[in-house]
Every structure is written in structure tokens, then in C-alpha cells.
């Protein structure tokens, strides 16, 4: 049974900063592709930043060099560093693994409220 569980969302200012972390089980994760998603109010799902099982990197544009997507192979873990968070960071951040096979599965995590104040 594969479970994605995030945890590290939470209330802070404008400036801020938050980590949050997805412990993954069910999966062998070192072969995974792991991304975070966010998702704002009365908006479609965003794809924020990515991370392959090559530590190859990629974000949106509008939190390049703010934000930090990692991983720990080890722990079973991906993070996402945020800094200088602003108010339109505000969200629901989704985590989510992908396999590397065609056709790809993704699973997902239940999401983590991150709300930034201004």
C-alpha cells in the first residue's frame, strides 16, 4: 500500500519560511520522479518544482531561487524548502511520486495547508 504523508504547512508572514516533507511507504522510492503540487482556492492544480531519481531539478518560474526541492533516499523523504514566502505561496501543497515506467502512475499525498500572511 503506497502513502505519501506530508507534514510541515502551517501559518507564517510574508518573508517567511516553511520546510515541508513527504515521507513516502509502499514504494521504492529512489527510482521515483517526486514533485510537489500546490493548489489555491478557486485554481487548478500547479506543478511547483520536481525532482527525478537523477537529482535532476525543475520549478516553476515564479518561485525559482525562493524555493528548494530535495530529497533523501535514504529517509524515504522529499522537501521543499520555501523562502520568502508571499501571500500568493498560499495553498494546499501536494506531494506526489511517479514511476519511472510508461505507462506512469503518479500517487499522491492528502496535502498540507501552507497560508501566508501579509
Known amino acids: 500500500q503506497v502513502q505519501l504523508v506530508e507534514s510541515g504547512g502551517g501559518l507564517v508572514q510574508t518573508g517567511g519560511s516553511l520546510r515541508l516533507s513527504c515521507a513516502a511507504s509502499g514504494i521504492v522510492f529512489s527510482i521515483y520522479s517526486m514533485a510537489w503540487y500546490r493548489q489555491a482556492p478557486g485554481k487548478q492544480r500547479e506543478l511547483v518544482a520536481v525532482?527525478?531519481?537523477?537529482?535532476?531539478?525543475n520549478y516553476i518560474n515564479s518561485v525559482k531561487g525562493r524555493f528548494t526541492i530535495s530529497r533523501d533516499n535514504a529517509r524515504n523523504t522529499v522537501y521543499l524548502q520555501m523562502s520568502s514566502l508571499k501571500p500568493e505561496d498560499t495553498a494546499v501543497y501536494y506531494c506526489a511520486a511517479t514511476t519511472p515506467t510508461i505507462p506512469q502512475t503518479t500517487y499522491w499525498g492528502q496535502g498540507t495547508q501552507v497560508t501566508v500572511s501579509s
Open positions: 525532482i527525478t531519481n537523477t537529482y535532476s531539478t
